[in-house]
C-alpha cells in the first residue's frame, strides 16, 4: 500500500484517475474507504488524490494534538509529495473544515472548494453527538462508536431499507485501526475548528451541500458557511442525512461534477 512521508508521519495514498486534480478529504468516522464509490466515479473525470487523514486508516497516529489546520497542513504536504501543485478541493464533513483551512491557509493551492455536511462552527446539538460518540468510544471501542455513528448518517427510511450498505459503512467504520487516542484529538479538532470571522476572506468558488436530516452537521451550518463565503453556492437535498452522498448519489455526484467542469 502506498505510504509517503508528510512532515512528522507517514501518510497512506491512492490516486485516481486522470486529468485535473482533486483532493478528495475525508471526515471524522472513518478511512478513504468510507468514500470509495465516490472517489472512483470522481475519478472518471479527474486526477483523484485520496488519503487516510492523520490518526486513522493506513496513515501513522501520533498521540499529540491535532487540528484542523494541521490537518490542512498534512493535506498540502501530501500535495506536494506527489506533485500536485493546484487542485479542486473536496471535503465531508471534519475534510470540509480542512478544506476551509486549505483555502485560507493555501489560497494559490486551491481551483475551487466543494465542501459537504460540513460546518464553520459545530452547533451544539452537532457537538453533543460527537462528545457522546467520544465517550462511547472511549469506554467501549470503535464498533460500539461505529453502531452509534452511523445511526446519525442516514435517514430512518435509509436505514432500515439498505440493511447491506448500512452494515458494510459500519464495519468499515469499526475497522478503520485507530487507537483511542487517535479518535479522540481527531473529535476535539473538530470540536475546536471555527472559521467564521475568516471564512469571508475565501476568492475561489465554492459548492456547500448538505442532507435536510442532517443531526450531525446540521443544514443551518452548511447554510452559515454559505452566507460567510461570498459567492458561494448551496445545495440542500430533501429527506437525506449527514451521508446524503449516499443516499442522494446520483444527483449528488452529478451536481458536483458539474460545479467543478464549470470552474475557469
Known amino acids: 500500500m502506498p505510504r ?10 491512492e490516486v485516481h484517475g486522470e486529468g485535473t486534480p482533486l483532493v478528495h478529504i475525508g471526515g471524522l468516522a472513518g478511512d478513504a474507504r468510507t ?12 486526477k483523484v488524490l485520496a488519503f487516510d487523514n492523520r490518526g486513522t486508516g493506513r496513515s ?14 498534512d493535506t498540502v504536504g501530501l500535495m506536494d509529495a506527489v506533485g500536485i501543485q493546484k487542485a479542486h478541493v473536496l471535503g465531508i464533513s471534519m475534510g470540509g473544515a480542512v478544506a476551509q483551512e486549505i483555502a485560507l491557509g493555501w489560497p494559490d493551492r486551491v481551483l475551487s472548494l466543494v465542501i459537504n455536511c460540513s460546518f464553520a462552527r459545530m452547533d451544539r446539538y ?3 453527538t460527537l462528545e457522546n460518540i467520544m465517550g462511547v468510544y472511549q469506554a467501549q471501542g470503535p464498533r460500539e ?8 448518517f442516514y435517514t430512518l427510511p435509509f436505514f432500515n431499507q439498505h440493511k447491506d450498505v448500512v ?5 468499515n467504520l469499526a475497522d478503520a485501526k485507530r487507537p483511542a487516542h487517535a479518535f479522540i484529538h481527531s473529535t476535539r479538532a473538530c470540536l475546536e475548528h471555527d472559521a467564521r470571522d475568516r471564512l469571508p476572506s475565501i476568492k475561489v468558488p465554492v459548492l456547500v451541500n ?12 452548511s447554510e452559515e458557511i454559505a452566507r460567510l463565503v461570498p459567492g458561494a453556492k448551496l445545495k440542500i437535498y430533501p429527506g437525506s ?3 446524503f452522498l449516499s443516499e442522494h448519489f446520483d444527483d449528488a455526484m452529478a451536481d458536483i461534477i458539474g460545479f467543478l467542469k464549470a470552474v475557469k
Open 60 to 73: 501513522d497516529c501520533p498521540d499529540v494534538p491535532y487540528s484542523t489546520k494541521l490537518f490542512a497542513r
Open 126 to 128: 452537532g457537538a453533543r
Open 35 to 46: 468514500w470509495e464509490k465516490q472517489i472512483k466515479h470522481l475519478a472518471q473525470h479527474f
Open 167 to 171: 452494515d458494510e459503512k459500519e464495519n
Open 210 to 221: 448538505a442532507g435536510s436530516e442532517d443531526l450531525m452537521c446540521s443544514p443551518g451550518c
Open 4 to 13: 509517503i512521508r508528510v512532515g512528522d508521519i507517514e501518510m497512506y495514498y
Open 241 to 243: 442525512s449527514h451521508f
Open 145 to 152: 462508536a461505529a453502531r452509534h455513528f452511523v445511526l446519525y
